[in-house]
């Protein structure tokens, strides 16, 4: 199974950075699809960023030109670097991995960004 690590939360002040690590397991992780959600309470989660095994990306409107998706197939870790963070951030943040069909979720890493 491919198992999922999330770090690099906590509680930042609004226009702060955050960079989040996701360390992924798999003897072939540059096939996956990587993505990045949140869920702040009382809404849905939502799809933050994704990244291929192909190099494309995507990203929520509410974060264009605040965050980056990227990913380390050496170290099997795909990361999200977050700048300019904002109140309405403020979310549990979970790492996804499309591995052949199968969906795998890490168990989330809480972002507050608060004054």
Request: net charge positive.
């Amino acid at each position: 199974q491919v198992q999922l690590v999330e770090s690099g939360g906590g509680l930042v002040q609004p226009g702060g950075s955050l960079r989040l690590s996701c360390a992924t397991s798999g003897r072939v992780f540059r096939f996956y699809t990587m993505g990045w959600y949140r869920q702040a309470p009382g809404k849905q989660r939502e799809l933050v960023a994704a990244f291929t095994s192909v190099g494309s990306t995507n990203y929520a409107d509410s974060v264009k030109g605040r965050f980056t998706i990227s990913r380390d197939n050496a170290k099997n870790t795909v990361y999200l670097q977050m700048n300019s963070l904002k109140p309405e951030d403020t979310a549990v943040y979970y790492c996804n991995a499309d591995a052949f069909g199968h969906d795998y979720w890490g168990q989330g890493t809480q972002v507050t960004v608060s004054s």
